[in-house]
């Protein structure tokens, strides 16, 4: 019987597992952790009951609450269902995958960047009403403690009048980085305030962080596919690239990486370490560490873009790069934006050894960043509201991108391939034959429905049929129906 | 008599010249103005007793009550003193000048510039307490409508808390492209809200300019003075420069720069237009009409700052060069923060023809600006507020301007040259003899003392015997003993 099969054989495992951790019994998110692995390795399937709550909080020695809270928090994140009057079910797992980028990249030579006019043609176009925007990255702000930390801000500007109509020090607000310098114990690395330099926004910390280490012509290493805008900031600032293959579970490539080396001169590595845009993938800690080691065996310098860090879906946040950083060749870049406030304009950057090259540039760039939005988020963040509506952020876009992947499954056409994320808001999808997704945006956009086009995240004109789909929107009806509206098109297409 | 003189002369000069424009008698601005022509001229001498309030008023058919503004307007702008049962006096006037930079400089091949590493020693300290800050460009906050322009921000923040939440436009918040469209009349150039490009400060807006129009290697004009900020900006663009002589009244020296376009291939030209920095030049607007004319012919585009032009003494903001930009050549820069709030980081740009490349660079610098300070400021301008405070900070600069002249004349030795600026907070000084102005500063600093040295301001090491002093400061007994001190370690110097 199913049900025993479930309620018996794995339970019982859990009960074995966890007992020794935990001598007065389960949290609900170690029960629901235990669940959610057993729907992702298909030992239970969709569709499959799950056992009552009476029966779960029996045999697990748990309070009916805590059964509750297990299965609610498993609903919240779209993976079981409540059924009226019959109980809890399992809604649908993924089986589809994207295969990696062709390894074919690391014999060319070094690329010039020529992204940026295509950019400016489809992304220029978001500042138009789309009705459905899965093309932008930043979370809608009804997904925001909006009004919340506009009363923190409040607060600050009418306490704080002198200290935000003055300069701020170049380096950034000192209250801001001692909270930052608080958060870093979640990165894996005790930083200290005066290692982190604030910007606007974490494209201002890449672009420092680019100027710091590299010089015009320089060639620099990158994942494939790579967010158009760091490509769009290579470019701009005429650099090259070495495009690097990836891996859409564990990212950059290392052998890969190792090889380009060895053949051309690179000056830098960037790369998206938690849950990459477009591609989701997550290095693992000791890939991580490799990494770090291999860059530093070659004096080159890694710039870590961690923007989507505490965006993970899973129990626990993933540590950075930076974590591994002995001799200061790391410069970790980051920012508020896709998690509490695009419009402040607040990121930073804790560059290492480059430090001094960093703070000079941010004054020759734009003096310093301006206080108040610092100040109301360090407030934000020492009254533990960003922790809070970080927990509810996560279990929404864990649940939009569980819901926008079943929708993709079912409407779209055979054969189509989709990431798994564990963490972040997007899905990087494969098409099947010879779909033209650049095409299919111009056809969606008359639905006023947005994505973003796979030729985007590359230098090299790949991923032709690939798409970009962000879950960070308000899930509403027409969001699936967009979907569904993008399946038909697809297979009126292939018809 | 010399009361004769003055009152029976000088105003029936004023009465014929102006009764024609106002048949309803003087207004005090008038008045005041012309007693202000004869002092700078040295019709009235440093001393000199003016005709009485009661005497005035009846030989210019005004109201006792005018009279008093006109002589209250002058005694704030510290060229009159009121002596207690005695009337109204003549303070000093200023008879010495600085003679122009050498023109010798566009002979030699264009310069790397490398002022970086010296600027870093010099300003970063100023991020510490000093007692007495000659040295920085900004205004005391208590100079600034801080508590009126925080009730604006707060009024902003509390009525769009989605909008401050959310991504602004990469070009820029509307609302305040609309007001600064308002305020360009004043520029002599009617812009339109979609020709502007709003930026974090002023430093952004020249960043954005430069990269726009060159590459690294390529070569531009920049005056000699030049702001030290802009050549650092410069040299981490990797430009080259050509420094072109300057007049201390008028600016940049038009013949030097022809020779030089002639035989460099310069790429862009930079200037600070308007009350520069460190010089206090004004350039006149026939001479602003050549400069773009004289770029125009060579294809090359002009990047203007026009930072200070707010901050004229006179009775009419200076236009802009960008008035005669018929070919959108010219590349108008510019911000609040010398003016209204530094700590805001609210500047713009008017970048003519490279609206497009501006755009794209910003996104890729910082994707946009944070919109409340610029909604606050916006708000501030509509309600007439800015204006009423710039009438104040001119009325205060140019009085502080005069009366650090006064002691640099009274208290620095024999020789000293200082000029004489129409606008802006600059006062730019040429010690005599071999004064080493970069000891003097270390000497200064430990009095608390801080100025700038001559030797920031260009990239050959010139202007050694040269300081900037800023009279942005709040004009207290320290300010006038500061300057005291620094009179008394040159005049040890000298013995």
Known sequence: MKHNRFSFFNFNHISLNLSLQNSKGFLYEEIALKIEQQIETGILAPGEKLTSVRKLSQQLDVSMSTAFQAYFSLENKGLIEARPRSGFYVRCQIQHRPVPPKKSITSKVPTEVNIDDLVSRLVGVSE???????????????????????????????????????????????????????????????LMPEEIVTTTGCMEALNLSLRAVTKPGDTIAIESPTFYGVLQCIESLGLKVVEIS????????????????????????????????????????????????????????????????????????????????????????????????????????APGKFLNQIKRLKFMTS?????????????????????????????????????????????????????????????????????????????????????????????????????RISCSLVWENKAEEALKTIGQILLKELK
């Not at 003055?166 to 990165?187: A, H």
């Not at 997704?437 to 049929?465: H, V, W």
């Open 128 to 190: 138009n009403k789309v009705e459905v925007p899965f093309g932008t990255a930043r979370p809608d702000s009804r997904l925001l403690p909006t009004h919340k930390l506009n009363k923190t801000l409040l607060s600050v500007a009418r306490n704080s009048e002198k200290e935000i109509i003055e300069y701020d020090f170049t380096s950034g607000n000192s209250f801001l980085r001692e909270q930052l310098s608080f958060l870093s114990f979640n990165w894996g690395k005790n």
């Open 367 to 467: 003096i310093a960043s301006p206080s108040l939005q610092q100040m109301a988020i360090a407030e934000f963040i020492k009254k533990g509201e960003y922790t809070k509506h970080l927990k509810v952020l996560r279990s929404t876009f864990s649940r939009q991108v569980l819901l926008a992947t079943q929708i993709i499954i079912k409407y779209f056409p055979e054969g189509t391939k989709v990431t798994h994320p564990k963490g972040g808001c997007f899905l990087w999808i494969e098409l099947p034959g010879n779909i033209n997704t650049l095409k299919l945006y111009y056809k969606a956009m008359e639905f006023n429905i947005e994505f973003l086009p796979g030729i985007l995240f590359s230098t090299q004109k790949k991923f032709r049929n690939f798409m």
């Open 246 to 349: 990836t891996d859409p579970d564990t990212g950059i490539c290392l052998d890969e990486l190792e090889t380009a080396i060895t053949k051309q001169d690179i000056k830098a590595c960037l790369v998206i370490s938690n849950f990459n845009n477009p591609l989701g993938s997550c290095i693992p800690d000791i890939k991580k560490k490799e990494l770090v080691q291999l860059l530093f065996k070659h004096n080159i310098p890694l710039i870590e873009d961690d923007v989507y860090g505490d965006l993970y879906f899973g129990s626990k946040r993933p540590i950075t790069a930076k974590a591994f950083d002995e001799h200061g060749m790391v410069l970790l870049c980051s920012s508020f934006s896709k998690t509490l406030a695009p419009g402040y304009r607040v990121g930073w950057v």
